[in-house]
């Protein structure tokens, strides 16, 4: 016990002084505890000052904390800026490639543009007004449609959007390729899901007659309404002007396919976003689209853009999905799909200026705005002065001279002679007509013919009174030489054609029964197949069957 003693002591010794008095002052105050040794005194003070050094250090953390989530942020912010600017930047370099003799700019919204804060490639709705509004076209790149991206389900797939607004009923027309126009015989109500799935129907071949499908209030369906109510027209758009309530409301569907397309056609302002598919453009400033450049006139849009007509002085652009085109009024344009797209939009159906329509008219070679001009003073020629009427005629007669396959304004000036009573000239325009139509290959230009041959068949049924044709012998010629157009579109077609020459036909004098009831035996099987799609009239359904069966009672 004693050398255990003595060997701690001498361990003591041998410490440092400084550890010798720190342990000597712990062991008083081990002992002592009631005694405050001289190392406390005043230890509330130096409490408060270690306390205020670690709230200092905790302050200091977080500021560094928070310093560096900010600087996060901000390299975060740069680096999607730079990306969003790569992207741009790529898609400028682009245009060349994609869009050609055109404007590209991404949308500024109106307070950005107020503030100053627009962008060199961006484009705010002011400017727009002052540089844009009826004297250019202008593609506005991603951005415009900003609000549809943030609805569930957009961008959409194709399968997605019919999951959403498949059922949908829309009116189906079948492409012809005079004018832009759509033939209103060929009509045919139709979800969009039937639509665009259906692999043997004319859309299949000829797409489908997309652009101005009706969203009339009296049309809507609920599933409509939804689709209506989900792609409101953008804010940027609102604030050009550019969704006033009078414009028409466009849902534009179309099917990718070197025979489908809207050819040359003019109207008002007009602007259309893709939510789906890859839209092609073909834009003409008003007075520049002359026969030559025009072509064929029956030639469906791809079939041009890839012929190598002349394409000098014409915008080409190539439209994607969330992008908004904008077409100022009375700037000839043609569109064709290279995929299966969906878009909405809205357009003034008439120039508003058609003052400026008659000077280009009347001023240049503008094949289509002369058209547009004739069409505009031969709609009522009833106020129309005589020397106007006149000078439409003529110009009518010299543009059809010029070009063989203008079957629009052989119809045109037939409708406006017709008004006019001289039967001889139109009997011969019908004629031209008909010429026409049988010179087409059905294979591409099956649409066009079926409503060329209404078209001649017209002038022939009893209730035009124009041509003393009692059996129906003509208006049957006109409208068979259509059959096997219609029958190449599909079956719903092929049962319209043969549904409208069993109905002319028995409004005829002299009812030709074996005729009559052969049509009938052939419609019959497509009517049963159609269902409650059948084009057939439901006044019509009973007489149908019964002369089918070779009954022609006095109702009939």
């Keep these: 016990m004693a050398a255990a003693s003595t060997s701690m002591s001498t361990a003591a010794a041998s410490l440092p002084s400084t550890v010798r008095m720190r342990t000597a002052h712990a062991d008083s105050r081990h002992v002592h505890p009631d005694v405050r040794h001289p190392d406390d005194l005043g230890g509330s003070q130096a409490s408060k000052q270690r306390l205020k050094q670690r709230e200092r250090r905790l302050l200091l953390v977080k500021v560094l904390i928070a310093s560096c989530v900010l600087m996060c942020l901000v390299i975060a912010g740069a680096y999607s800026s730079a990306m969003r600017h790569s992207r741009y930047a790529h898609d400028e370099a682009a245009d060349s490639n994609r869009c050609r003799g055109m404007d590209v700019r991404r ?146 569907v179309g099917v990718g396919s070197p025979l489908a397309g809207v050819p040359f056609h003019v109207h008002g302002d007009a602007w259309l976003a893709l939510i789906l598919g890859t839209k092609i453009w073909h834009i003409v400033e008003p007075g520049k689209l002359t026969a030559a450049v025009r072509g064929n006139w029956q030639q469906p849009p791809a079939r041009w853009n890839a012929g190598g007509n002349n394409d000098d002085g014409i915008a080409i652009c190539e439209q994607h999905a969330g992008e908004l085109m904008y077409v100022p009024e009375s700037w000839s344009h043609q569109t064709f799909n290279a995929e299966t797209t969906i878009g909405f939009g809205r357009q003034i159906g008439w120039p508003a200026n058609q003052s400026f329509v008659e000077h280009v008219a009347t001023t240049t070679e503008d094949v289509l705005l002369k058209y547009q001009w004739v069409r505009m003073v031969t709609t009522q020629p009833s106020i129309v002065r005589d020397e106007t009427l006149n000078s439409a005629i003529a110009m009518l007669e010299s543009m059809n001279a010029d070009m063989p396959t203008f079957f629009a304004g052989r119809s045109r000036l037939a409708q406006v002679l017709h008004r006019l009573g001289e039967t001889d000239r139109i009997r011969a325009l019908v004629d031209e007509m008909r010429d026409i139509a049988a ?83 052939d419609l019959v099987p497509l009517h049963d197949s159609l269902g409650s799609e059948s084009p057939v009239p439901e006044f019509f359904v009973d007489t149908l069957y019964k002369v089918s069966n070779g009954i022609f009672s006095p109702d009939s």
């Design 439 to 521: 010179s087409l290959d059905v294979a591409e230009y099956a649409p066009s013919i079926v409503n060329i041959a209404m078209q001649a068949a017209f002038y022939f049924n009893p209730r035009s009174g124009l041509f003393g044709d009692e059996d129906g012998e003509e208006l049957e010629s006109a409208l068979r030489l259509a059959q096997p157009a219609a029958d190449r579109m599909g079956k719903w077609h092929s049962a319209h054609l043969l549904s409208v020459r069993l109905t002319s036909l028995m409004k005829v004098k002299r009812v030709n029964r074996v005729l009559c009831t052969r049509l009938a035996r």
């Design 107 to 252: 949308p500024c919204s109106a307070a950005k543009e107020k503030a100053g804060m627009c962008e060199k490639n961006e484009v705010g709705p002011k400017e727009f007004q002052t540089a844009y509004r009826g004297r250019k076209p202008l593609l506005l790149l991603q951005g415009a449609v900003e609000e549809w991206r943030k609805r569930d389900g957009w961008p959409f797939k194709l399968d997605d959007f019919l999951t959403h607004y498949g059922d949908a009923v829309v009116k189906q027309r079948a492409a012809s390729f005079f004018q832009g126009s759509r033939s209103r015989v060929t009509e045919r109500p139709r979800t969009l899901r039937a639509l665009l799935q259906d692999k043997e129907e004319a859309v299949a071949r000829y797409g489908v007659v997309f652009d101005s499908i009706g969203l009339e209030s009296d049309d809507l369906n609920v599933k409509q309404a939804r689709m209506r109510a989900a792609f409101p027209c953008p804010q940027w758009v609102v604030d050009a002007t550019l969704c006033p309530d009078e414009w028409d409301e466009i849902l534009s």
